[in-house]
């Protein structure tokens, strides 16, 4: 189930191509006015997601759109 995982981080890379993408210890992506952060997890079939804006709000949106993302890849 873990190697899924690959393909769909790759696929967000390239949905996301046009923001600053950094790759080390899985995928950043940096917006504007926020970041967000998804690293398969080595002992769950799973990616972790982490994000940051200016407020709570905005960062639980951020996540939100990136799991439908994330979701839709499926």
Do not use: C
């Not at 992506?29 to 970041?35: L, V, Y």
């Not at 709000?57 to 993302?69: G, R, W």
């Amino acid at each position: 189930k873990t190697s899924r995982l690959n393909p769909k981080i790759e696929q967000i890379k390239k949905k996301y191509a046009n923001e600053k993408i950094t790759d080390i210890d899985g995928v950043k992506i940096d917006f504007k006015e926020s970041w967000v952060h998804l690293r398969k997890s080595n002992t769950e079939p799973i990616i972790r997601i982490i994000a940051e804006a200016h407020t709570m709000e905005e960062a639980e949106e951020l996540s939100s759109q990136i799991k439908n993302v994330i979701k839709s890849l499926s």
